[in-house]
């Protein structure tokens, strides 16, 4: 018995030697806890980690325990709890905690240290809880304001649906005095059946991001899968109005139509 126990033994310690992130699993009340971190490396062991450990963890994040089950219990396949660290221009060092669901996604704004997560632990400070119905909803970190800090964009947020009708929408929010404040809202996609016909009507948004800051958005319109046309507009940020902007649609291709 004691040989079978020193060879176990063994084998943990040759574990924890190869994978660092081993280490961050201690025993806690006989049940295996995920230790505080890096955001990058919590993220990791989310991965292989049972349900009641990734509840767990999001818990004494500062996350409702009701909404971290739910969560766990209901992601699709592809899908996954994101833990990602901010860049800010501050000294106060942020993180955001993603947790999308078919029902609803949340966004959780945090706070801490990846380099002292004893003194530091990273812990919820703001949430946003967003319409993620018929998903998937993705989370992107665009430097949109300035070159050194990051915007959370959120794509494919669910705005409306109903019968023959979908919609969809991207939203930034940036970070201000500490909070998650929403400062851009923008369609990104549309399907709508007009009433009482097969014509089914369809907008796509896609976003790029360029070296000034600016925000591109390019639309297309199909009807029944035909193109009908694209346009264009850019999206800049407003010290005065503390929001994005956005100029005018441009026409840029339409079949079958002269361009003006």
């Not at 993180?95 to 996604?105: I, N, Q, T, Y």
């Not at 959120?154 to 979908?166: D, L």
């Not at 109005?241 to 079949?255: C, H, M, W």
Request: glycine share 6%; aromatic share 8%.
């Amino acid at each position: 018995m004691l040989k079978k126990f020193l060879i176990v033994c063994s084998i943990c310690l040759a574990f924890s030697a190869i994978s660092p992130l081993a280490a961050q699993y201690v025993r806690v009340g006989g049940q295996d806890q995920i230790a505080m971190g890096k955001l990058d490396e919590m993220e990791q062991l989310l991965g292989p980690a049972a349900a009641g450990q990734t509840v767990d963890l999001l818990t004494r994040l500062g996350i409702d325990p009701v909404i971290g089950k739910m969560v766990v219990e209901e992601l699709l396949p592809g899908q996954k709890i994101e833990l990602q660290a901010i860049r800010a221009h501050q000294e106060t060092h942020y993180g955001v905690a993603f947790l999308p669901s078919f029902r609803g996604c949340y966004l959780y704004l945090l706070q801490g240290a990846d380099d002292d997560p004893k003194n530091m632990p990273w812990h919820v400070i703001d949430k946003q809880e967003l319409n993620c119905w018929n998903g998937p909803s993705v989370l992107e970190l665009l430097a949109l304001r300035r070159a050194d800090a990051d915007d959370l964009v959120v794509h494919h947020v669910n705005y409306n649906h109903g019968s023959g009708v979908e919609e969809d929408q991207t939203q930034v929010f940036s970070i201000l005095n500490g909070k998650l404040v929403q400062t851009l809202v923008t369609q990104d996609f549309l399907s709508e059946v007009t009433l009482g016909t097969e014509i089914t009507t369809e907008h796509r948004s896609t976003f790029l991001r360029f070296p000034d800051l600016s925000l591109e958005e390019t639309r297309t319109i199909t009807v029944n899968d035909k193109l009908e046309k694209v346009e264009r507009r850019y999206w800049r940020w407003s010290e005065q109005k503390n929001r994005f902007l956005s100029g005018r649609f441009v026409l840029i291709v339409a079949p079958g139509i002269s361009k003006r």
